[in-house]
């Protein structure tokens, strides 16, 4: 296959992570985050890598859960998808109730509209509270209401209560574990209780290990990236997705040239300069600096000059052996996504969701 620009996914490092997952809350059930096309992944990729290993997933819109119904159905799949906070009306009811999907009911008025919609076969749905983010979810008196409406519908086949940590990256435990408390004090209050609890994220399942609850919902760690940036060396995580595009052309510049657009990078002495077959409009972002981090054959070389629509120029003065063809490794194996996301102003979760639907995706 002729190949300039691609992402390799590797399904070992999926399910490693997913162990580690796994290992770090071992008495959770889990709810594995494909939000986004897993992220930038491949959501039926992701999950048909996991599902064997995991208890769930979710996504954020209606059309990615029917989506991702269809792709597990046609391949002999069951699995619980939850379908996150979004707007619900009539419509939105119905293709959860037809397809099996779990919703998130994050606002007093859509439990009123569920409550008064008979339903062909009832939901399961997952009541969210706000404990803080003041993102989605309701306060104690709604989310109190709320349940106490749903609670005796016969269309609700069972109903989870979960909430979304705001700092869990902060490994302060302190306001997390308020954070968490306030949603399980409210739980255990509530008729019928105790019903499972869901709260952590990645950052919290990795520093948190007093608010695992019922459920984690990992997203980044099943990715390969620690947003605590904390794991021990036993537990790392592997990278899943690794951007690659070759050399197209080399050239020489003298003391004083610039390269690019703008010519924003100068030579200071002579260099050597690659240009690489991957741009912004591959998903690699447009505003990376000068001295942003790529790999050469393995090697570490830099960004030298603005990142254009399919090009990008490197600094390659030190890789004298660099030849047309050669591969260079954009983020992934042997260089995080997360060190170039800090070069780039950014986190390798907008990194691994920007890629476009021209970069080849190869399964590993
Ligand atoms: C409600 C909810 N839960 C869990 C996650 C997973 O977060 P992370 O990718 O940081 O693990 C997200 C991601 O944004 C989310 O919105």
Request: net charge negative; hydrophobic share 25%.
């Given at each position: 296959m002729h190949k300039t620009t691609w992402v390799e996914l590797s399904r070992e490092a999926l399910r490693h992570n997913a162990n580690m997952v796994r290992r770090l809350a071992p008495k959770a059930a889990i709810l594995a985050m494909v939000k986004a096309n897993g992220y930038g992944h491949g959501a039926s990729w992701v999950a048909e890598s996991l599902h064997q290993q995991v208890e769930g997933f979710a996504v954020a819109r209606l059309s990615e859960a029917q989506q991702l119904r269809a792709r597990l159905t046609k391949k002999h799949i069951q699995a619980r998808i939850v379908q996150l906070g979004t707007s619900v009306d009539g419509a939105v009811l119905q293709a959860c109730s037809v397809h099996g999907l779990d919703l998130v009911i994050h606002d007093l008025e859509s439990a009123k509209l569920l409550a008064a919609s008979p339903l062909p076969r009832p939901i399961t749905v997952w009541l969210k509270m706000n404990?803080?983010?003041?993102?989605?979810g309701m306060s104690t008196e709604e989310f109190a209401q709320a349940h106490q409406l749903l609670c005796v519908q016969p269309h609700i086949a069972s109903i989870h209560h979960m909430s979304h940590f705001?700092?869990?990256?902060?490994?302060?435990p302190t306001l997390t574990e308020q954070q968490s408390l306030r949603l399980s004090e409210l739980s255990s209050s509530?008729?019928?209780?105790p019903y499972p609890l869901s709260m952590a994220n990645s950052a919290a399942i990795i520093g948190?290990?007093?608010?695992?609850?019922?459920w984690v919902r990992p997203g980044i760690m099943l990715y390969g990236d620690d947003p605590t940036q904390r794991l021990h060396a036993a537990n790392a995580l592997k990278p899943v997705m690794t951007f690659k595009a070759t050399v197209l052309a080399l050239r020489d510049v003298a003391p004083g040239d610039g390269v690019g657009y703008n010519r924003r990078w100068q030579a200071k002495s002579n260099a050597r300069i690659a240009t690489v077959a991957a741009g912004y409009a591959d998903?690699?972002?447009?505003?990376?600096?000068?001295?942003t981090p790529v790999l050469v054959n393995g090697q570490r070389a830099s960004v030298a000059g603005r990142v254009s629509m399919d090009l990008m120029t490197i600094d390659?003065?030190?890789?004298?052996?660099?030849?047309?063809?050669d591969e260079v490794t954009l983020w992934g194996e042997g260089l995080a996504a997360s060190e170039v996301g800090r070069y780039c102003g950014t986190i390798s979760y907008e990194l691994f969701t920007r890629i476009t639907s021209r970069v080849d995706r190869i399964y590993l």
């Open positions: 404990v803080g983010m003041n993102r989605l705001s700092d869990a990256e902060d490994l302060d509530l008729s019928g209780s948190h290990p007093n608010c695992h609850h019922d998903g690699y972002p447009r505003h990376a600096p000068d001295g390659v003065s030190h890789l004298p052996h660099t030849t047309v063809g």
